[in-house]
C-alpha cells in the first residue's frame, strides 16, 4: 500500500470517525434528556464519573500502549507475534480491573445504598465489561492496520444503537434498577462490540479468496489466537519494549486526560449530586461546567479526536521509527511533513476560529441554551477560556500523533520523565485552582498541561526535520493579512457583543449573529485566497478519500 493509498484510508477513516462522533453525540443527548426523567441525579453521577472512570482507566491503561506499540513500522513483521502481544491486554485487563475494582469498593467513599442502590455490582460489572472488551483488541487492531473502514462504522454504530435502546427499555419499564439498568447496557455494549469484530472476520476468513483479496496476514481463525512457534520466539521484545515504554506513557496520560474526574472522585469536591450534574444535567441547567465542558469540548471531540487517531496509523505506517528525516525514505520524509504541515494549519485555523469568535458569542450561545440563569453568571468566562482551551487541544492533537508515530523507545522514555512530572502538577494544580477559582480551574490547569506537552512536542518535530529541507512547523505561521482578519473580526464581534447581546432583545441578537456571520464569511474567504497549499492539500484529499472509498 503506497503513501497516497494510506493517506486516502486515513482521510476516509478520520471523516467516518468525524460522522460516527457526531452520531453518538446526537444518540447519547437525546437518551441523557429521557432518562433524567425517570432517574435520580445521583445515580447519574456514579454512572458518568465513578463507573465510567474505573471503565475507561482499566481499558485505557491494558490496550493503550499495544495498540500505539502495534499500529506502528511497516507490513515487514511477523504478525503472529503481533497477535501474541495483543492478547496479553486481556490478563492485563483482569489485573487492573481486579485492582481498580478494589479501590473503588475499598478506598472511595461509597454511595447512600438508599439513594444509589447496587453500587457494588456496578463496579464488578463495569470492569467485567472492560475486559470483554479487550477480548476483541486483536481483532480491532488487524482492522485498523488493514483500513476496514466499514467494520469500524457498522460495529460502533450497532454497539451504541443496541445499548441507548437497551437502556431506554429497561429506564422506561424498570427504573428501580438503578445501577443494575446502567451495568446491563454497558455490559451489552462490549460484548456487541466484540461480536461484530469476531463475526465479520469469522465470515472474512471462511472465505480464502475474500481473505487473500484483503491481503491479510492470517488465513483462518485459529492463526488469530495465541500460538507457539517452535522456530521463533513468542514475541517480539523490540515491539514489547515499545510498548511498555508507551504503557508508561498512558498511565500518566490518562491522569491528564480524566484528570478533573479523578479530582471530583478522589479529592471529593464536589458531592454524587454535583457530579451528576456536571457530567449529565446539563440540559436542565444544574450544572454550568457542564454546560461549558459540553459546548466547549463539542468541536474537539468531533473533529481532533478523529483526526489525531486517523493520521497516527498514517504516520506509524509511513515512517521508521529509531531513524530522523534524513534517514527515512526521502518520499516517506516528505509525504508525512506534507501531511503533518497541512494538519498543524487546519488545526491552527480552526482552533483560532473558535477562540476568536468564541470570545464574542460565548454569551449569546449559552443564553440560547440556558437563559439568562446561564448567560448572567460565570458561564461565559467558563466558555471563553474553554475557547482558548481549544485551540491548544487542537494543536496539541497533530503535533502528539505525529510524535508518539515517530519517537524511538529511549525517546519516549525521556517523554515520560517530563510527563510524570506534569501529571503530578496538574493534579496538584487542579485541587489549589478548584478550590480558589471554582470550576474554572479545571479549564486554566487543562490549558497549562496542554502548553507543556505542545511545546515538548515541537521540540521533537524541530530536531526531527532539522537535517531535512522540509519545514512542516510551516504551518503554525499564517499570513499577516489573514491574522489582520481575525484580529478585526475579533474587534468588530467584540463590539456588536457589547452593543447588541444580549439584553436587548431577539432583533438586537439576530443583528449580532449577522455581523458575526459577515465577519466569519469574510476570514473564512480571506484564508481561502491566502492559504492556496493549504486548498490544495485538501482538495486532493477529498478525491483520495473518495477513492479510497470505492476499494474499501
Not at 20 to 29: A, E, G, H, P, S
Not at 111 to 134: Q, R
Not at 395 to 400: F, K, L
Request: aromatic letters at 12%; a positive charge.
Amino acid at each position: 500500500m503506497g503513501n497516497r493509498e494510506v493517506l486516502g484510508q486515513a482521510a476516509r477513516l478520520a471523516s467516518t470517525g468525524l460522522l460516527l462522533q457526531v452520531v453518538f453525540r446526537l444518540i447519547t443527548f437525546v437518551l441523557n434528556a429521557f432518562i433524567l426523567r425517570f432517574l435520580s441525579k445521583e445515580i447519574v453521577g456514579i454512572v458518568n464519573v465513578r463507573l465510567t472512570l474505573l471503565y475507561s482507566t482499566t481499558v485505557f491503561l491494558a490496550r493503550e500502549a499495544f495498540r500505539r506499540a502495534c499500529l506502528s513500522g511497516g507490513a515487514q513483521r511477523d504478525w503472529s507475534q503481533t497477535l501474541n502481544l495483543l492478547w496479553l491486554t486481556v490478563p492485563l485487563g483482569i489485573f487492573w480491573s481486579l485492582l481498580l475494582g478494589w479501590i473503588w469498593l475499598r478506598w472511595l467513599e461509597r454511595p447512600d445504598p438508599n439513594v444509589v442502590p447496587h453500587y457494588g455490582t456496578g463496579v464488578v460489572v463495569f470492569g467485567l465489561s472492560a475486559v470483554v472488551e479487550l477480548l476483541g483488541e486483536p481483532f480491532w487492531v488487524l482492522a485498523q492496520a488493514h483500513m476496514f473502514v466499514k467494520l469500524k462504522v457498522v460495529a460502533e454504530s450497532l454497539s451504541v444503537a443496541l445499548r441507548s435502546v437497551l437502556t431506554a427499555v429497561l429506564v422506561l419499564g424498570l427504573p428501580h434498577w438503578g445501577l443494575y439498568i446502567f451495568s446491563l447496557a454497558q455490559l451489552f455494549y462490549t460484548a456487541a462490540l466484540v461480536l461484530c469484530y469476531v463475526g465479520y472476520f469469522t465470515k472474512l476468513l471462511g472465505s480464502p479468496q475474500s481473505a487473500k483479496q484483503q491481503a491479510l496476514p492470517v488465513s483462518r481463525m485459529a492463526d488469530v489466537l495465541p500460538s507457539i512457534g517452535r522456530s521463533r520466539a513468542f514475541l517480539n521484545w523490540k515491539e514489547a519494549k515499545l510498548a511498555w515504554s508507551f504503557f508508561k506513557q498512558s498511565f500518566l496520560k490518562q491522569i491528564l486526560t480524566e484528570g478533573e474526574r479523578y479530582v471530583m472522585t478522589f479529592l471529593n469536591v464536589l458531592n454524587f449530586g454535583d457530579q451528576g450534574k456536571m457530567k449529565f444535567c446539563s440540559g436542565l441547567i444544574k450544572g454550568v461546567y457542564d454546560v461549558v465542558n459540553n459546548l466547549g469540548s463539542l468541536v474537539a471531540r468531533l473533529i481532533f479526536q478523529p483526526i489525531e487517531e486517523s493520521f497516527y496509523i498514517f504516520f506509524a505506517k509511513v515512517l521508521e521509527r529509531e531513524k530522523d528525516a534524513t534517514r527515512q525514505k526521502q518520499e516517506d520524509a516528505a509525504a508525512a511533513a506534507t501531511v503533518l504541515e497541512s494538519l498543524l494549519k487546519v488545526a491552527l485555523l480552526t482552533g483560532l476560529t473558535i477562540t476568536v469568535f468564541g470570545f464574542a458569542y460565548s454569551q449569546l450561545a449559552l443564553d440560547i441554551y440556558g437563559g439568562a440563569m446561564l448567560s448572567s453568571g460565570s458561564g461565559p468566562v467558563l466558555l471563553r477560556s474553554y475557547c482558548l482551551y481549544v485551540l491548544l487541544l487542537a494543536i496539541n492533537g497533530v503535533t502528539e500523533c505525529f510524535t508518539f508515530a515517530a519517537m524511538s523507545k529511549e525517546e519516549l522514555d525521556r517523554y515520560n520523565f517530563t510527563m510524570l512530572a506534569l501529571s503530578s502538577s496538574f493534579l496538584v494544580l487542579s485541587y489549589v485552582l478548584t478550590r480558589w477559582c471554582g470550576s474554572v480551574g479545571f479549564i486554566l490547569a487543562n490549558c497549562f498541561s496542554m502548553s507543556i506537552r505542545i511545546t515538548q512536542s515541537l521540540c521533537f518535530i524541530r530536531q526531527y526535520y532539522r537535517e531535512s529541507p522540509h519545514r512542516p512547523l510551516a504551518g503554525l505561521c499564517l499570513s499577516p493579512v489573514l491574522l489582520g482578519a481575525f484580529a478585526l473580526s475579533g474587534g468588530v464581534t467584540a463590539v456588536s457583543e457589547a452593543l447588541l447581546c444580549c439584553a436587548q432583545g431577539w432583533p438586537a441578537r439576530l443583528a449580532h449573529v449577522t455581523v458575526g456571520a459577515f465577519c466569519l464569511g469574510a476570514t473564512l474567504g480571506t484564508a481561502f485566497l491566502t492559504e492556496t497549499k493549504l486548498i490544495r492539500f485538501l482538495r486532493t484529499q477529498l478525491g483520495a478519500s473518495k477513492q479510497a472509498g470505492t476499494t474499501t
